[in-house]
């Protein structure tokens, strides 16, 4: 009896039991991700295109919330959130400019370090490897380029001069590709940036890429390595003879 009151017993609101207890699946963060980074990539570089993102990202942190077991989808947070991009997409579409879409970009951005940062917490949760925190690693991963790219965005468009050492300012879908380079530090130098703030956001970029890699990533391997094998997990969940 007292063993049920205890698992019905509301948990602390806040609380990694709670959060653990309504988190779900990364698999339609991640789909959110893949779409919102392809439209990125093949969508023209207009101010429509950059509102589209705005609530696209929007919509990740949203569902991140949910997925992680921060907060519910209907929750007045997730509200204000979803208004708050809409109201920014509609200004940037009637008035435009290079402020304003500087600022969309910049809010772009913080849609997506503060989505990276619920999914950590999301991962942290799990306390072992598994399909949430393998998925919610890759989301991660995968938002890093994305992150960078609107920064990129954002300095080309404030900054004097043009972005690329090649003479422009490129298109976003340059801008998607080249971050994703970076951050993987494939380094084809077809593009290449072209002052001291764009040269250092990049390096930035890709010492988080290799970083990323070499500690989070071989951290869930090495965690998945030091896991017994089934059949010895199946051995100590028998009850003894």
């Known amino acids: 009896m007292q063993a049920s009151t205890a698992a019905t017993r509301p948990l602390p609101r806040g609380s990694r039991a709670r959060r653990l207890r309504a988190s779900h699946s990364y698999g ?3 789909v959110l ?3 919102s980074f392809v439209f990125a990539a093949a969508a023209p570089d207009d101010d429509w295109t950059a509102s589209v993102l705005l609530l696209a990202y929007c919509a990740c942190l949203v569902a991140a919330l949910w997925t992680s077991g921060v907060t519910r989808i209907g929750s007045i947070p997730t509200f204000v959130l979803a208004v708050g991009a809409g109201v920014v997409g509609v200004a940037q579409l009637l008035a435009g400019g290079d402020a304003l879409s500087a600022i969309v970009g910049l809010l772009t951005g913080a849609l997506i370090f503060a989505t990276i940062a619920v999914i950590a917490l999301g991962v942290a949760d799990q306390g072992s490897v598994n399909a949430q925190s393998v998925s919610g690693a890759i989301c991660v991963y995968l938002l890093l380029g994305l992150l960078f790219t609107f920064l990129y965005g954002a300095i080309a468009t404030l900054g004097e001069g043009a972005f690329f050492a090649q003479g422009s300012d490129g298109t976003r879908s340059e801008r998607v590709y080249f971050s994703y380079v970076t951050l993987a530090t494939l380094g084809y130098g077809d593009y290449t ?3 001291d703030l764009s040269r250092t956001l990049a390096v930035l970029e890709a010492l988080t890429g290799q970083l990323y890699l070499v500690t ?5 391997v090495s965690r998945l390595a030091r896991r017994p094998p089934a059949s010895a997990r199946d051995e100590d969940l028998r009850p003894d003879a």
């Open 193 to 195: 940036p072209g002052n």
């Open 33 to 35: 991700i893949l779409g």
């Open 216 to 220: 989070v990533v071989a951290l869930l």
């Open 28 to 30: 339609f963060v991640l």
